[in-house]
């Protein structure tokens, strides 16, 4: 199966600006100067036009940024910001950090938070200690897998998870780019129905590969001792007649957000229900045969519906993507 990189940019662009009075500069030593630095942060998502994303609702939609200096563990700023309410979620957002000192920093950033049950109360406050090894392995626990999976359907107000982190130094005018990516996997299944007839979908069940838990970043890493179990969940969806590439309703179809795994590839199963009383396509089918579906990879699954004398089978293919590299560097400029 080929694997296909695509370029789906989120771009965090932060601009450190030192502003310096000539009070400061006649009160001052150059020794014990203290200089303020002004952070602008914007937030942009580009796509490319041919990427076969089913919508905005993978942005920011809320978006959290936690600022440390790294000489003394301390946050300087936890700035957190609702965009839910605003029509075009893609639009740039500009903030401004007024007060930052110079010296090196770690930026983390978190989006969506609330798509995983994180609130302000998961984090430390503005001048309390926050351990950057520790942080970066935070654990986001979801023991009833009630966060994730979650369908496209579901994730409108929430969004879904993203996360980065950049370390940087702040010693005068700084452009600061962050890389953040998808905390989730994403899985299609776009339909090529070759049965001459439209085939009502009221559910499916995914088999035992769902995890418990994932890391907050992905410096985390992939965890161990992860429990994976199986979801039902009830849609209202119609395969039409035709292929997916004559018939746009069968791109895309389905599609659904898991937590990254490293499941028994025989375990990467789903089953289909339908109420029609001439369909019978509830056999669990797999759908993967690598073993690791890991964070930020857009799984693109085809399945094909044939009709057998009287039996209805399926047959999938897929393709591993890069969802998008949201793609941030961090270039300084004189």
Not at 60 to 80: A, G, H, P
Not at 128 to 157: C, G, H, M
Not at 288 to 299: A, C, G, M, P, S
Request: hydrophobic share 35%; net charge negative.
């Amino acid at each position: 199966m080929k694997n296909v990189r695509r370029y789906l940019g989120l771009t965090l662009l932060m601009f450190a600006v030192m502003v310096t009075s000539s009070c400061i500069k006649e009160n001052l030593s150059e020794t014990n100067k203290s200089e303020t630095a002004t952070v602008t942060l914007r937030v942009n998502e580009s796509r490319s036009e041919t990427t076969a994303d089913p919508g905005g609702h993978e942005g920011i939609k809320t978006l959290r940024v936690i600022v440390v200096d790294k000489s003394t563990n301390l946050i300087e700023f936890n700035f957190k910001q609702d965009y839910r309410d605003e029509v075009n979620l893609l639009t740039e957002k500009t903030i401004t950090f007024m007060g930052m000192t110079p010296g090196e920093k770690d930026f983390y950033v978190v989006a969506n938070e609330e798509s995983v049950g994180r609130s302000e109360g998961d984090y430390p406050k503005v001048g309390e200690k926050l351990e950057s090894e520790e942080f970066l392995k935070t654990i986001v626990e979801d023991a009833s897998r009630t966060s994730f999976p979650k369908l496209y359907e579901e994730i409108q107000n929430d969004g879904l998870l993203i996360t980065g982190y950049k370390s940087a130094n702040i010693v005068g005018d700084e452009k600061i780019d962050i890389n953040i990516y998808h905390a989730v996997a994403k899985i299609s299944l776009s339909f090529i129905n070759n049965t001459g007839m439209e085939i009502p979908i009221t559910g499916f069940s995914l088999g035992n590969f769902l995890a418990n838990k994932t890391s907050l970043f992905k410096e985390g890493g992939l965890l161990s001792g992860i429990e994976y179990s199986s979801v039902d969940k009830m849609i209202n969806k119609t395969i039409k007649s035709g292929s997916y590439e004559n018939v746009p309703e069968n791109k895309n179809l389905l599609v659904f957000y898991v937590y990254e795994t490293q499941a028994i590839p025989s375990n990467y199963t789903i089953a289909l229900t339908s109420n029609s009383p001439n369909v019978s396509i509830g056999e669990s089918n797999q759908f993967l045969e690598t073993q690791d579906i890991l964070r930020n990879n857009w799984i693109q699954v085809i399945a094909t519906i044939n009709l057998n004398a009287t039996e209805i089978t399926i047959d999938f293919d897929f393709e591993v993507r890069k969802w998008d590299a949201m793609d941030i560097d961090v270039p300084s400029f004189s």
